[in-house]
Nanobody
Framework: QVQLVESGGGLVQAGGSLRLSCAASGRTLSSYAMGWFRQAPGKEREFVGAISWDGATRYYANSVKGRFTISRDNAKNTVYLQMNSLKVEDTAVYYC???????????????????WGQGTQVTVSS
């Protein structure tokens, strides 16, 4: 069982940038694909992006493609979500999640993820 803690959220103006971090404890992330999801007020949780277990491939939702980048630093047991050119509609609570099985590619399927963080708030103002 892995414990995940997101950080780095906050208030930013449209067009600005934020970098979210997801730190793990209890298990290393080096062999597991990781995903980022978000949930806006009144909406269901939606997929943002994911990175394969080895960091070789990435998969993003169309709404964030070209603006967001996922990376990982196995030495720090941390996964990042770099968010650029932020829009008001990016406002949401952002969650990171760890795949339930090792050595997998990126996926948008929530059923693949076995561990979730508590989320960090991102608010984008106009």
């Amino acid at each position: 069982q892995v414990q995940l803690v997101e950080s780095g959220g906050g208030l930013v103006q449209a067009g600005g940038s934020l970098r979210l971090s997801c730190a793990a404890s209890g298990r290393t992330l080096s062999s597991y694909a990781m995903g980022w999801f978000r949930q806006a007020p009144g909406k269901e949780r939606e997929f943002v992006g994911a990175i394969s277990w080895d960091g070789a491939t990435r998969y993003y939702a169309n709404s964030v493609k070209g603006r967001f980048t996922i990376s990982r630093d196995n030495a720090k047991n941390t996964v990042y979500l770099q968010m650029n050119s932020l829009k008001v509609e990016d406002t949401a609570v952002y969650y990171c999640a760890s795949d339930s099985a090792p050595l997998q590619g990126p996926t948008s399927l929530t059923s693949r993820y076995g561990s979730w963080g508590q989320g960090t708030q991102v608010t984008v103002s106009s």
